[in-house]
C-alpha cells in the first residue's frame, strides 16, 4: 500500500490520467486527527474539487485533512477526458462536459476569470457553431462565448487540486467506496467497495459529490434524503463516441463541415439519435508533441436513444451478465449505433449521395454515462428546495454534505458546471462557518 498527497496531476502530466490503480493512506495516516476534523470527499468531479478547493484556500483550522476518493483514473467526473494511445497516434477526447457557457452569476464569472487569468487552465473556445434542423437548413448560433479546460477539460478539476496540493490533502483514484456512519461511533467510516471490503479510514465529515453514490451511504437519515433526490430527479444518460480521422483525405471531406460544435434541433433527420457533434480538436491546447494529431470528434446521443440502447442491452444480458461485460456491451453498441448516423449526418450537410462518403476512422471507441443529465422529475413537484437555498445539503447533525450541480436552482447553474462549482464553494463556506 502505498501513500500520496496531492500535486500528483502536474508532475504526472497535464490530465492527471495515468495514476496507478487504488492510491490510498496508510493506516496510520487514515486514524482520526486530533488537532481538526478529518473530511472524506467521495467524488472528484467539478463539485467535489471545487469544494475540496474552497475550504483549503481558507485555511479553517476546522479541517486538518481533507481525503477526496474516486472511481476514475483522475479528477474530472462528468467534466473528464479521456487519452487513448493508438498504433503510435495519441488521441485525447472531452467525452463528457463539452464547453462552460456564459456565466449567470457573478460569483462564477469570477472563479472563471481567476481560471483564465492566473493558471491558464481555461480559454475561449473561438469555433463556430451552429444548430443542424431539417431539410439541412443550419443556423449559427449568437456569439455567447464558450469556455474549455485548457488542454483538456479535465484540467480544471486538476488545476483546483493543485492549486491547495500540500499535505493536508491525498487522492485516491481507480476504485468505488462506500461510506457507513453507526449509531456506536461519532466517526463516519470508509470501505473500498469490493470483495475485500479495504477498511480505508475513519472520518468526522462526509461529502457526498457524486449523486450516484448516495445509495452507497449506509445512514439512515442520508437514506432518507437518497430518496428524495431520487423522486425530484431523475437521471438521463448519454452515450458518446468518440472518434478520429488520420488520413488525409478523410481530413479533407471533413473539413468541409461548417461547424466546431452543433446542436441537432428536433426536425434533422438523425436528431431522434444524435443531440451534439463537436471537433475536439478544434478546441485551444489540443496540441501533443508540437503538433496536432488528427482530427477528434465527439459525438452525444440523445438520452432516449442511450436510454433504449442500455435497456436493451441489459436485458439481453439478464442475470449472466456482470456489470463489465454490460458496460463493455453498451460502449461497443454506441460505436455501431451513432456512428452510421454521424456518416449520414454529414453526407446530408455536404449534399452528398447516401451512402457515398466512404471514410475510414482512425481509432473509435464508445463511452456510457449513466447519469449525464440531472433533470427535475415530472413525477414530482418541482419546487422542493433539497439545499434549503444554500446550493449544497448539509446536515451537521450527522455531519454530512451533499454538493453538486444538481442542488442548484436554473437562475445558478443548475445541471451546469456553473452549478457544481457553487455547490462546492458553498458548502466549503456553510463548513467553515460551524
Given at each position: 500500500?502505498r ?91 472531452d ?39 431539417g ?14 479546460g ?27 467506496v ?151 456491451a ?9 456512428y ?39 413525477k ?20 454530512f ?34
Open positions: 500500500m501513500s500520496f498527497g496531492c500535486g500528483l496531476f502536474r508532475r504526472l502530466g497535464s490530465f492527471g490520467l495515468t495514476l496507478p490503480g487504488l492510491l490510498v493512506l496508510s493506516a496510520s495516516a487514515s486514524s482520526v486527527s486530533q488537532g481538526g476534523s478529518r473530511i472524506a470527499v467521495i467524488g472528484a468531479g467539478v463539485a467535489g474539487c471545487a469544494f475540496t478547493n474552497a475550504l483549503l484556500l481558507k485555511g479553517s483550522p476546522l479541517c486538518s485533512k481533507v481525503h477526496v476518493f474516486d472511481g476514475g483514473r483522475g479528477p474530472g467526473g462528468r467534466s473528464s477526458t479521456r487519452k487513448h494511445k493508438h498504433h503510435g497516434s495519441e488521441y485525447v477526447f467525452h463528457g462536459a463539452q464547453y462552460i457557457g456564459e456565466p449567470k452569476t457573478s460569483e462564477f464569472e469570477a472563479i472563471l476569470s481567476k481560471w483564465r487569468a492566473e493558471n491558464g487552465c481555461v480559454e475561449e473556445w473561438k469555433g463556430s457553431f451552429g444548430v443542424i434542423g431539410d439541412n437548413n443550419t443556423q449559427s448560433q449568437k456569439e455567447a462565448p464558450r469556455y474549455v485548457k488542454p483538456a477539460m479535465s484540467s480544471i478539476c486538476s488545476y483546483m487540486l493543485d492549486e491547495v496540493a500540500s499535505t493536508n490533502l491525498v487522492c485516491s483514484f481507480g476504485a468505488q462506500r461510506a457507513v456512519k453507526r449509531a456506536s461511533s461519532p466517526y463516519w467510516e470508509v470501505y473500498e467497495d469490493g470483495p475485500n471490503n479495504k477498511f480505508l479510514g475513519e472520518f468526522d465529515w462526509l461529502v457526498s459529490a457524486d449523486k450516484a453514490n448516495l445509495k452507497d451511504i449506509d445512514n439512515s437519515d442520508v437514506q432518507v434524503f437518497a430518496d428524495k433526490v431520487a423522486k425530484h430527479f431523475e437521471n438521463k444518460p448519454c452515450l458518446a463516441l468518440m472518434v478520429a480521422f488520420h488520413e488525409k483525405d478523410s481530413e479533407q471531406i471533413l473539413s468541409k463541415f461548417q461547424f466546431d460544435g452543433a446542436l441537432l434541433d428536433k426536425k434533422c433527420a438523425q436528431a431522434d439519435k444524435l443531440s451534439w457533434i463537436a471537433k475536439d480538436s478544434s478546441k485551444p491546447g489540443r496540441v501533443r508533441d508540437g503538433k496536432k494529431k488528427g482530427s477528434c470528434y465527439v459525438l452525444h446521443s440523445t438520452p432516449e436513444y442511450a436510454k433504449e440502447i442500455i435497456t436493451d442491452i441489459t436485458q439481453s444480458w439478464g442475470a449472466e451478465g456482470s456489470p463489465k461485460d454490460v458496460r463493455e453498451i460502449a461497443k453498441a454506441a460505436e455501431e449505433l451513432l452510421s448516423p454521424f456518416l449520414d449526418l454529414i453526407e446530408d450537410q455536404l449534399a452528398m449521395k447516401r451512402g457515398s462518403l466512404q471514410i475510414k476512422p482512425s481509432f473509435i471507441k464508445g463511452h456510457r454515462w449513466g447519469a449525464a443529465f440531472p433533470s427535475p422529475s415530472t414530482a413537484e418541482l419546487d422542493v428546495d433539497l439545499a434549503d437555498g444554500r446550493g449544497a445539503h448539509v446536515d451537521s447533525s450527522i455531519n454534505i451533499a454538493v453538486g450541480d444538481y442542488l442548484c436552482t436554473k437562475d445558478r447553474g443548475f445541471a451546469r458546471i456553473e452549478g457544481a462549482t457553487l455547490s462546492g464553494v458553498a458548502a466549503a463556506n456553510a463548513l467553515a462557518g460551524i
